[in-house]
């Protein structure tokens, strides 16, 4: 079974630059999260989707960061513009169930960015 | 609002060692409890999911206990190896009386080093 994919691995960019990252959840998994792992601290949620609706996006920082999830699959998440602070990793992750109580996520392998 | 530490911030031990990881947590309502390990330029991995019922899992080498009065939990690792180096993180998935999301809350982690 194919895991979480995730694109660009790597991006730097300078601040007030625009940025873009791009996730693959796994398949028929219907609930879809965006973390942002500063270094040295856990992950902590930015959004997350059911199907293409979401269901949580009260630690978005909506005037500089936006998120998709066309047809209930793939998901961008875009920055614009970046600031210093945005340098961390991004991690998506995907479920197959929202609410089950043995339900895990499966995270992708992230996109490190770094903005100078 | 839910916090989540982990001591000790980074460990170094000898192979073969058992060890003891720390997690607590400040909110005692959570739904479940999960242990993920980290590996660098990787995402996240899922070790051990304990419900909120539960007292401990065990898989292999790796056993997590719960104690929900007293907002902890610890993850003990048998007979170590050098595969075992890497972030270990601990989760909480706050108990939501609504249903709706499946949030986790994170710790810092703790980076675990086995020489051999």
């Known amino acids: 079974e194919a895991g979480v994919a995730q694109s660009p691995r790597y991006k730097i960019i300078e601040k007030r630059q625009s940025v873009a990252f791009w996730c693959n959840p796994i398949s028929g998994h219907a609930t879809l999260y965006w973390y942002q792992q500063i270094l040295g601290q856990g992950p902590k949620l930015l959004i997350q989707?059911?199907?293409?609706?979401?269901?949580?996006d009260s630690q978005l920082p909506k005037d500089r960061f936006s998120a998709e999830r066309l047809k209930g699959v793939d998901s961008t998440l875009k920055i614009q513009p970046a600031k210093l602070e945005d340098s961390a990793v991004y991690l998506c992750?995907?479920?197959?169930?929202?609410?089950?109580?043995?339900?895990?996520?499966?995270f992708g392998p992230g996109t490190r960015l770094l903005v100078l | 609002k839910q916090e989540v530490t982990q001591i000790p911030a980074a460990l170094s031990v000898p192979e073969g060692e058992n060890l003891v990881l720390n997690c607590s947590f400040t909110d005692s309502a959570i739904y479940n409890l999960q242990w993920f390990r980290q590996d660098p330029g990787k995402g996240l991995t899922s070790l051990l999911l304990?419900?909120?019922?539960?007292r401990e899992q065990t898989s292999g080498r790796l056993n997590a206990s719960l104690d929900k009065s007293s907002g902890r939990s610890t993850l003990y690792i048998a007979a170590s190896q050098p595969g075992d180096s890497a972030t270990y993180l601990c989760a909480v998935r706050p108990w939501d009386y609504g249903g709706a999301t499946n949030k986790l809350i994170f710790g810092t982690g703790t980076l675990l080093a086995v020489q051999p």
């Open positions: 992750a995907s479920s197959l169930v929202l609410a089950g109580a043995q339900e895990t996520q499966y």
């Open positions: 989707f059911q199907n293409n609706g979401v269901v949580d």
């Open positions: 304990i419900q909120s019922s539960q």
